[in-house]
């Protein structure tokens, strides 16, 4: 997903007519599995929360103040009314849980993303038996979907996993996108230069804007990447450590284990073990081609914005 950096301003999208990730109030609580091929969908906000549960393929998610860059076996969190753009390969495989507000336990701003965990990808799986044609009235179907929107706090619990911010200011978007084409040798010396200001401005820049410190802003983006190093490209923990800026395998194995809870290696097992059983056959990661043929997507949809 290189060239992705160099996005235009957040434009609200239309509701698109057809969007297979859309459950209105007409239909009850429902899981379904969505092949959307290349496309580029989206809303102004549902009624319905939402699951995104990434089985096969690419998909970004973008709101107003950032995108979520999300690979096989991790989901994300989209709350109701929330606006968003989805962006899918032509080889994307979803499944999509459609959650009522009032059952939901949700006490975020916005999107958050998370690994599909064991339980989540059983009970994901569980679910696909009650589409949006199923009854109403239906019990045990109200029931399992109440408990299924009572675990998303638990589920969800790093508030910035693959998370990219855009910003509002001129300079700090600059300073974004020279950052994410860098991040093996980045500094906030060099990021301001890029960015036409001081130091100390692009700092006040990062805190009132995101609410971030440059530092944090850095690692967050650093781990974002470096998730996708190791599941997509299939990188050793060694290159990826170098590639996103870290010297030290130690030293990166020491933020990676503090801001996904895992270990690298043991993070790209886990990956590999659940994207193996939710594509139902063993995982590979999509090619150069693929992934060059999904940033030009997006790439023609920001300028067409």
Same mark, same amino acid.
């Given at each position: 997903?290189?060239?992705?950096?160099?996005?235009?301003?957040?434009?609200?999208?239309?509701?698109?007519?057809?969007?297979?990730?859309?459950?209105?109030?007409?239909?009850?609580?429902?899981?379904?599995?969505?092949?959307?091929?290349?496309?580029?969908?989206?809303?102004?906000?549902?009624?319905?929360?939402?699951?995104?549960?990434?089985?096969?393929?690419?998909?970004?998610?973008?709101?107003?103040?950032?995108?979520?860059?999300?690979?096989?076996?991790?989901?994300?969190?989209?709350?109701?009314?929330?606006?968003?753009?989805?962006?899918?390969?032509?080889?994307?495989?979803?499944?999509?849980?459609?959650?009522?507000?009032?059952?939901?336990?949700?006490?975020?701003?916005?999107?958050?993303?998370?690994?599909?965990?064991? $339980? =989540?990808? !059983?009970?994901? #799986?569980?679910?696909? @038996?009650?589409? %949006?044609?199923?009854?109403? *009235?239906?019990?045990?179907?109200?029931?399992?979907?109440?408990?299924?929107?009572?675990?998303?706090?638990?589920?969800?619990?790093?508030?910035?996993?693959?998370?990219?911010?855009?910003?509002?200011?001129?300079?700090?978007?600059?300073?974004?996108?020279?950052?994410?084409?860098?991040?093996?040798?980045?500094?906030?010396? $060099? =990021?301001? !230069?890029?960015? #036409?200001?001081?130091? @100390?401005?692009? %700092?006040?820049?990062?805190? *009132?804007?995101?609410?971030?410190?440059?530092?944090?802003?850095?690692?967050?983006?650093?781990?974002?990447?470096?998730?996708?190093?190791?599941?997509?490209?299939?990188?050793?923990?060694?290159?990826?450590?170098?590639?996103?800026?870290?010297?030290?395998?130690?030293?990166?194995?020491?933020?990676?284990?503090?801001?996904?809870?895992?270990?690298?290696?043991?993070?790209?097992?886990?990956?590999?073990?659940?994207?193996?059983?939710?594509?139902?056959?063993?995982?590979?990661?999509?090619?150069?081609?693929?992934?060059?043929?999904?940033?030009?997507?997006?790439?023609?949809?920001?300028?067409?914005?």
């Amino acid at each position: 997903m290189k060239g992705d950096s160099a996005r235009v301003d957040w434009v609200m999208p239309e509701d698109d007519r057809v969007n297979p990730f859309k459950c209105t109030d007409d239909f009850a609580e429902c899981v379904e599995k969505v092949k959307t091929g290349n496309a580029v969908i989206g809303s102004r906000g549902d009624p319905k929360n939402k699951i995104l549960g990434i089985e096969q393929g690419r998909v970004k998610v973008e709101g107003p103040h950032g995108q979520w860059v999300l690979v096989p076996a991790h989901m994300i969190f989209i709350p109701h009314s929330r606006p968003y753009r989805i962006y899918s390969s032509a080889d994307a495989v979803v499944t999509v849980a459609h959650l009522s507000a009032q059952h939901t336990v949700w006490e975020h701003e916005g999107c958050w993303a998370a690994p599909i965990n064991g $339980l =989540a990808k !059983e009970m994901l #799986g569980y679910a696909l @038996r009650w589409d %949006r044609d199923r009854a109403a *009235d239906d019990p045990v179907a109200d029931a399992y979907f109440n408990a299924l929107g009572l675990l998303c706090k638990e589920w969800f619990q790093c508030s910035r996993m693959m998370w990219i911010p855009f910003g509002e200011s001129a300079e700090l978007k600059r300073a974004i996108a020279y950052s994410r084409t860098r991040l093996d040798s980045v500094t906030i010396e $060099l =990021a301001a !230069e890029a960015a #036409g200001t001081s130091v @100390r401005t692009l %700092r006040r820049y990062f805190q *009132d804007e995101l609410g971030m410190s440059w530092r944090r802003f850095l690692r967050e983006l650093r781990m974002t990447r470096a998730i996708e190093l190791l599941t997509l490209k299939r990188l050793s923990v060694t290159q990826t450590a170098l590639d996103v800026g870290f010297n030290s395998v130690a030293a990166f194995t020491l933020a990676f284990t503090s801001f996904t809870g895992k270990t690298p290696s043991t993070y790209t097992r886990d990956f590999f073990n659940s994207a193996t059983a939710l594509a139902g056959s063993e995982y590979a990661p999509d090619d150069a081609g693929g992934e060059q043929e999904f940033t030009g997507q997006m790439l023609r949809h920001s300028t067409a914005a």
